[in-house]
């Protein structure tokens, strides 16, 4: 995948970079995010690549079983009093301290595809890592589809939300 952002915007910018890539209908389809962070990439890539730990540290995952290269990852959202779980299962491709893939090949959300890539900077004390998130919204039954339909709005905040979160759930693990 080529990047959505050069190094130097990276290491300018005073927060994270956001892109939204935009679908045929005018709707985010992709979302990347990108942010520097003050570890090596070893360090960054020993976080990424623990997919088993993203339970408890990225919001939604609830649990996560890997199998192999193959993972199986319940999410619960929960909204006030409700709480719905979805469960996706998908192809974990790494490509060691470089990016990491995955992409959902069964269950809900459909289309997900959640990807990591890293490059070291500052000699190697730092990396500049992307995040980026595709999913269709509209898989997720019910209650998503109710709130999208009161508020259309927010639509446009799914995905950059959940490049976002990946990547700062990364950032704050391997900067500890």
Do not use: C, N
Request: glycine share 10%.
């Amino acid at each position: 995948m080529t990047s959505a952002f050069s190094p130097d915007a990276v290491l300018a910018a005073p927060g994270p970079l956001l892109q939204i890539h935009l679908g045929a209908d005018g709707l985010p389809a992709r979302a990347s995010a990108a942010a520097r962070l003050r570890a090596p990439p070893a360090r960054v890539w020993a976080v990424i690549s623990d997919v088993d730990g993203y339970a408890g540290r990225v919001p939604m995952i609830h649990r996560v079983r890997k199998d192999g290269d193959r993972v199986t990852v319940s999410l619960r959202f929960k909204v006030a009093l409700f709480s719905v779980g979805f469960a996706f299962v998908a192809d974990v491709r790494p490509d060691p301290e470089r990016s990491l893939e995955i992409r959902g090949v069964s269950g809900e959300p459909r289309g997900i595809v959640l990807r990591f890539d890293l490059a070291p900077l500052s000699g190697g004390a730092e990396t500049l890592v992307e995040s980026s998130a595709e999913l269709d919204v509209l898989s997720l039954g019910w209650l998503p589809k109710y709130f999208l339909g009161h508020h259309p709005e927010i639509q446009h905040g799914i995905l950059p939300g959940v490049a976002l979160a990946l990547l700062d759930s990364m950032r704050r693990a391997a900067e500890r």
